[in-house]
T-cell receptor, first 110, second 114 residues
Framework: DAKTTQPTSMDCAEGRAANLPCNHS???????VYWYRQIHSQGPQYIIH???NNETNEMASLIITEDRKSSTLILPHATLRDTAVYYCIVRMEYGNKLVFGAGTILRVKS | DAGVTQSPTHLIKTRGQQVTLRCSPKSGHDTVSWYQQALGQGPQFIFQYYEEEERQRGNFPDRFSGHQFPNYSSELNVNALLLGDSALYLCASSPIGQGNYGYTFGSGTRLTVV
């Protein structure tokens, strides 16, 4: 079973920041938080991952709380092409499998 | 640089038949994983192959089997198809030991069992 809890869906205005929350209260010390997204009719796409420090790359930022029980994925300037299902996953960095939950449907609207 | 290639893209089979799905990993990747995604759900891990051996398996029956070839490509075989096997089958490849950001997914094979 997935070790994360995410809202079922969220809406965001185009050009605004999209903040997607994730709860992972049972995360253990050697487990990382990963984010993937899946645009309709495509395979999941890696976005970002982190352990306990905040992370940023060209796609997004990841904010992890100090107790590591929750995190937020931030898309700084959402576009219509960011409409997708976003999955928050907890796993060991070199773990073999990804355990997906139902994810959050993000709808970016103009 | 080609990503993960899966074939066929769509397939319709009759209940009780057998099916083989194919995956070519991204260049430089030697590990292949297979996932099943039912409509409206997240992908579920089936198994992973590395060095032509099954390394880890999810909660799927023995009707699901696989193979990895010396060129790292892989096949997923499903025997005695059930209506419930209708799903999107995803292949993901990664370079072993390089962590999560090495996972690249294909666009999947949409299997419909009638």
């Amino acid at each position: 079973d997935a070790k994360t809890t995410q809202p079922t869906s969220m809406d965001c205005a185009e050009g605004r920041a999209a903040n997607l929350p994730c709860n992972h209260s049972t995360i253990s010390g050697n487990e990382y938080v990963y984010w993937y997204r899946q645009i309709h009719s495509q395979g999941p796409q890696y976005i970002i991952h982190g352990l306990k420090n905040n992370e940023t790359n060209e796609m997004a930022s990841l904010i992890i709380t100090e107790d590591r029980k929750s995190s937020t994925l931030i898309l700084p300037h959402a576009t219509l092409r960011d409409t997708a299902v976003y999955y928050c996953i907890v796993r060991m960095e070199y773990g073999n499998k990804l355990v997906f939950g139902a994810g959050t449907i993000l709808r970016v609207k103009s | 640089d080609a990503g993960v290639t899966q074939s066929p893209t769509h397939l319709i089979k009759t209940r009780g038949q057998q099916v083989t799905l194919r995956c070519s990993p991204k260049s430089g990747h030697d590990t292949v994983s297979w996932y099943q995604q039912a409509l409206g759900q997240g992908p579920q891990f089936i198994f992973q192959y590395y060095e032509e051996e099954e390394r880890q398996r999810g909660n799927f029956p023995d009707r699901f089997s696989g193979h990895q070839f010396p060129n790292y490509s892989s096949e997923l075989n499903v025997n005695a198809l059930l209506l419930g096997d209708s799903a999107l089958y995803l292949c993901a490849s990664s370079p072993i030991g390089q962590g999560n950001y090495g996972y690249t997914f294909g666009s999947g094979t949409r299997l419909t069992v009638v």
